[in-house]
Every structure is written in C-alpha cells, then in structure tokens.
C-alpha cells in the first residue's frame, strides 16, 4: 500500500510541475488586435512597429525574413500572437515575439 500512495505523490507532483510549466508558457504568449493598425514603420530589418493612426499598438519581431522600408507587410488574419504569420514582401514568415503596447 505504501508503494501505491507513493507512486500517487509522485505522479500528483508531475501533474502540479506540467500545469505550472504550460500555464506559464500559455500566460507569456502575447497577442494583439492588429485590425485597426494604419501602418508600420522599421526598427531595424527584423523588429517592426504597428500604429492605429499615430499611436504605436505593438512591436513584431521577424527573425527570419528582412523587412526594409519599401517592404509590403500584410496581415493574415487580424489579431495576431506570437509564433503566427504574416506576409512580408510575399513572403510568409514567422512573428517570433509580439509586443502588445
């Protein structure tokens, strides 16, 4: 019996360290309602800020695709999080952190 409400403890402290791990990497994700955004401007070539009218709203970095001034960013779908995609110069690259401002 002892075993048993051992093996028990042990299997509710895996539970209680997975549901702290994922719940802190679910609370991290950042996600920002880009629908109303009128433009962007560069930070550098892969960290870009989004504006609605003159307010910045949130920074977007794209690690692997080059955004320059004349790019042609575009949205798919209009709130975006980290990890999702949009379209640089017709290129679909990855949004590796989003800053929601």
């Known amino acids: ?46 960290r870009i800020v989004m504006y609605q009218k003159n307010k910045a709203i949130a920074t977007m970095e794209i690690p692997y695709c080059t955004i320059l001034k004349s790019s042609d960013i575009r949205l798919i779908k209009d709130t975006v999080c980290n990890w999702d995609k949009i379209i640089v110069s017709g290129e679909v690259c990855d949004v590796r952190k989003l800053e929601k401002l």
């Open 1 to 46: 019996m002892t075993n048993r409400r051992r093996l028990m403890s042990k299997f509710a402290y895996l539970i209680f360290v997975l549901s702290c791990v994922l719940s802190g990497s679910i609370a991290w994700a950042d996600c920002a309602d880009l629908s109303n955004a009128t433009s962007w401007s560069d930070i550098n070539t892969h």
